[in-house]
C-alpha cells in the first residue's frame, strides 16, 4: 500500500505543478485539462482549461493535482506535504526552493530529531514540511 497526496488547486494547479516539478527535479508525468477528457463536452467553458488530473513521478512516489471544478475551491487545512532527504544540503536546497513567493512559518535548522527541519507554505497556499533526520 502506498498513500500518495492529492492536492486541489482553484485554477492554478498547471502553475504549481510546474514550480513542484522544478523543485523536485522531475518531471510532470501527465496532465490533463477538463477539455482532454470524455466529460469535454458537459463541461461548463469556464471550467475546460482547468487541470483534471496531474501526476508527478518520484521513484516510487507520486504527487497529484487537479483544479476543482466548481468555483467552490475548499482551501487546504488539516495537512501537509513531507519531504524527507538524506542530506542536509539537500534539505535546505528544497527548503529555498519551495519557499519562493510563500511563506516560512518554521526556518530550517537542527532540531533535536533533524539535521534539518523546516515548514513554510508555498505561494499556491500549500504547506510543506522539509526533513532530514538525525541518525539514530
Known amino acids: 500500500m502506498k498513500i500518495n497526496p492529492y492536492l486541489t488547486f482553484n485554477g492554478d494547479c498547471k502553475q504549481a505543478m510546474e514550480f ?61 506535504v513531507s519531504l524527507v532527504v538524506d542530506a542536509p544540503a539537500e534539505a535546505d536546497r528544497l527548503f529555498e526552493a519551495l519557499s519562493a513567493g510563500g511563506k516560512v512559518t518554521m526556518p530550517i535548522a537542527e532540531t533535536f530529531w533533524a539535521q534539518r527541519f523546516g515548514m513554510l507554505q508555498d505561494k499556491f497556499g500549500i504547506p510543506w514540511m522539509v526533513n532530514c533526520e538525525k541518525p539514530m
Open 20 to 80: 513542484y516539478a522544478k523543485c523536485l527535479r522531475t518531471q510532470v508525468a501527465m496532465m490533463m485539462s477538463y477539455a482532454d477528457t470524455p466529460m469535454a463536452a458537459d463541461t461548463p467553458a469556464g471550467i475546460r482549461g482547468r487541470i483534471a488530473h496531474a501526476r508527478i513521478v518520484l521513484g516510487d512516489q507520486v504527487l497529484m493535482a487537479s483544479d476543482a471544478y466548481t468555483d467552490e475551491h475548499v482551501e487546504t487545512k488539516g495537512m501537509t
